[in-house]
């Protein structure tokens, strides 16, 4: 870019010979226009042109995203030291005095360009560096799910429960907050495999946890232990500990009527309540609500019988 047709010609000459391939511009605006449309590796600035000179073009070039990354060098026959400083604080990469020499434009070129080619291949380094990382943390993700991911049914597993559950615990005894815990065990589970298949009882498994879902809130923690037993610890107030249970049930009833199963869905369910005073476990909360839910199952079985 330099205003002066002479200049072109001779730089043109000279690094076409070296196989570059050169675009020409005689002032800033129709450069502008030209590197916005097909950016170019290297920009070759005259500073003293008429319109727009090349301090101006070169902010423009700086200030658009188009073109901020391409090397800018400043040809010019001003060899103040101020001139250079402003060139380079404008954003150039590089300033050739005029009357310029044909090697010291080529290895000056030359340089940039390497330098370009370096910053592009260290970007895509970083970029696959980071690709790689996420690849990884997805994969650990994926892997840490599944270590604590019950499979049949999506809910946690016993790992998952005690490894959140223990934190949530711990949370709710710090700050003072009532921790509920319930025991919840599919009633008639082994009369449905022996019968129905274990098919059918995958089934009711996958149905029971997506009904306690719906149930319950996302941040309460819900598990299934193994079998047929699942658990659910939440935080409550004292007054509200057994406001789930006509949920749960309007939850089970409506699904009874939409399946026309032999066997109809039923759980038994026993419930604990941790006081703000108690120093009670995790593991003696769950012993705790696995008694009261036989004790409730006991009950249904005398009550059928």
Avoid at 117 to 124: K, R, S, T, V
Avoid at 173 to 180: E, G, I, L, P, S
Avoid at 214 to 224: K, V
Wanted: charged share 25%; aromatic share 8%.
């Amino acid at each position: 870019m330099d205003d002066t047709p002479d200049n072109l010609r001779l730089l043109t000459k000279i690094l076409e010979s070296e196989g570059y391939i050169i675009r020409k511009s005689l002032n800033g605006r129709m450069a502008l226009q030209a590197a916005y449309r097909h950016p170019p590796d290297l920009i070759l600035l005259d500073i003293t042109m008429p319109d727009m000179n090349g301090y101006e073009v070169c902010q423009e070039f700086k200030s658009s995203k188009i073109t901020d990354q391409i090397p800018i060098i400043f040809i010019s026959a001003l060899d103040q030291i101020n001139n250079k400083v402003k060139a380079f604080e404008l954003g150039g990469q590089d300033y050739i005095t005029k009357p310029f020499q044909e090697l010291e434009v080529l290895m000056r070129v030359k340089n940039q360009l390497l330098i370009k080619q370096q910053h592009q291949q260290l970007i895509e380094q970083n970029q696959r560096l980071e690709d790689e990382i996420q690849k990884r943390l997805k994969a650990e993700t994926k892997i840490t799910q599944l270590c604590l991911t019950d499979e049949l049914t999506g809910l946690y597993n016993r790992r998952g429960f005690f490894l959140l559950g223990n934190q949530q615990f711990k949370t709710a005894q710090r700050t003072q907050m009532c921790c509920c815990l319930l025991f919840v065990d599919l009633d008639g589970l082994k009369q449905i495999n022996d019968s129905l298949g274990h098919e059918i009882g995958d089934k009711f498994l996958i149905d029971t946890a997506q009904l306690l879902k719906q149930t319950f809130r996302e941040s309460d923690i819900i598990a299934r232990l193994g079998g047929d037993e699942f658990v659910i610890l939440l935080s409550v107030s004292s007054k509200n500990t057994d406001e789930f249970y006509p949920r749960l049930q309007a939850n089970i009833d409506c699904y009874n009527q939409e399946h026309n199963y032999s066997y109809q869905l039923s759980v038994s369910v026993g419930v604990t309540q941790c006081a703000l005073n108690e120093k009670v476990s995790l593991e003696e909360l769950i012993e705790e609500a696995d008694k009261l839910m036989y004790e409730q199952k006991r009950a249904k079985h005398l009550v059928d019988h």
